[in-house]
């Protein structure tokens, strides 16, 4: 009988030594949790589109030829700084001479015919007046004034125009500008009868160019004129480009289904660094505002791990009992947090760091670029709040001591 009582008292010593195993509150060392902190500070809020573009010369024109011919000699070559009004080439002008040799003469009979009938009319007109004439005769005069004056008005535009192709064969530039191609040689043959050849392509200031960019229909509609831009081109990877948006195209380009609409970013361009038909891999800033409040977003999207959170705040001191206070008034650290927790009720909240102590905070938040968070209201530049909390591990700890040029080292560490 006394043997079954033991085990009896035996079996229960043991659950009950279980139970309290099992049911005692998990703790962790809190010399042992890792918390993160970030200072809430003033920052800047910003959204950017992205956008894939190819740099052009503002102004570029083509320059061809009007007349057919063979050129016989130019006189610039590619990269040549021209200005308005130079002559860039010239075109064999044998036959367009010859052409206006021949209406120059045939402007000349012409002329000589129309004085002749001017003078005859006028000599007939004043016997037709006095009746001794025949109005016969005097048709006939006015007939042949009229005729040889048509004559020579043709005469003469067919002589404006030889003279204006004659011209034509001189290639002059029409802008001040530098010499991007040249598309001919001397010697060559240029045929203008169907389209007009072109003979060169001039920009005309490359200290001022654009950006053609190709902006995706779901982002186009937050792109405005006067937004800033910053871009890269392949030539300078280490460097970033500034530009504006000066223009957002109405007229959409489709391909393969996908709906794009081209904007225009100027770019000023002093070092010449940038050229055309570079690709700029642009950055439009849709959202800027500077001088706010910030912190950073995963503070908001922090919650701490409760057996953490309990294990650090038990071990901080208890705060002293005021004089006259009740045992159970002031709660423990970690009871404090709770009941924090449970007043604030609903809405956003950070957890900040103050003399040691955690707690939440509710915030009112405004902009957010998904790095960082405006707070309109709840805290002050200079607090510490929590964005992450959680048990150091022995890497933890190694890249900890790795970062802390105090913390002692372990004997061998240096050695290679």
Avoid: C
């Avoid at 402007?107 to 006028?122: G, I, P, R, V």
């Avoid at 053609?212 to 779901?218: I, N, W």
């Avoid at 607090?383 to 890497?395: C, F, H, P, R, W």
């Amino acid at each position: 009988m006394k043997k079954k009582i033991i085990f009896i008292v035996i079996g229960v010593t043991v659950v009950a030594v279980a139970a309290f195993f099992i049911l005692k509150p998990k703790t962790v060392d809190a010399s042992k949790i890792n918390i993160e902190t970030a200072t809430t500070k003033t920052g800047t809020i910003s959204k950017t589109v992205t956008a894939t573009g190819t740099l052009e010369a503002i102004t570029t024109v083509e320059v061809g030829t009007q007349v057919s011919g063979i050129v016989e000699n130019i006189y610039v070559d590619f990269n040549s700084y021209v200005k308005k009004g130079q002559l860039m080439a010239k075109l064999d002008t044998t036959n367009l001479s010859a052409a206006m040799d021949q209406s120059r003469a045939t402007l000349d009979n012409a002329k000589a015919e129309l004085d002749y009938q001017q003078a005859n009319y006028d000599r007939l007109e004043p016997l037709f007046k006095k009746t001794m004439l025949a109005k016969s005769d005097f048709d006939q005069a006015t007939y042949n004034l009229n005729k040889a004056k048509a004559s020579y008005n043709n005469a003469l535009a067919l002589h404006k125009k030889n003279k204006i192709n004659l011209d034509y064969a001189f290639i002059h530039s029409p802008i001040d500008g530098i010499v991007l191609n040249r598309a001919v040689e001397e010697g060559q043959t240029v045929a203008a009868s169907f389209n007009t050849p072109t003979l060169f392509t001039i920009a005309n200031d490359l200290t001022q160019m654009e950006v053609q960019a190709d902006v995706d229909e779901a982002d186009i509609g937050q792109v405005k004129p006067g937004q800033r831009v910053t871009f890269k081109v392949d030539a300078y990877p280490d460097q970033s480009f500034e530009g504006t948006v000066t223009e957002v195209r109405l007229e959409p380009t489709v391909t393969n289904n996908v709906v794009t609409y081209t904007i225009i970013i100027n770019a000023p361009n002093p070092d010449y660094k940038l050229m055309p038909g570079m690709t700029a891999e642009t950055e439009i800033f849709v959202l800027e505002k500077k001088d706010l409040l910030v912190v950073p977003s995963k503070a908001l999207r922090f919650t701490p791990d409760q057996t953490l959170l309990m294990s650090y705040m038990m071990s901080l001191p208890k705060p002293q009992m005021p004089e006259g206070a009740k045992k159970g008034d002031m709660p423990a650290p970690g009871e404090m947090a709770a009941k924090d927790v449970k007043n604030l009720g609903g809405g956003k909240m950070v957890w900040v760091k103050r003399d040691s102590t955690i707690r939440p905070v509710q915030v009112e938040t405004g902009l957010d670029d998904d790095i960082n968070t405006e707070i309109i209201s709840g805290l002050q530049s200079g607090d510490e709040v929590i964005t992450s909390m959680g048990k150091q591990t022995a890497e933890t700890t190694k890249k900890v001591a790795a970062s802390n040029p105090f913390m002692p080292r372990m004997p061998g560490a240096n050695r290679r």
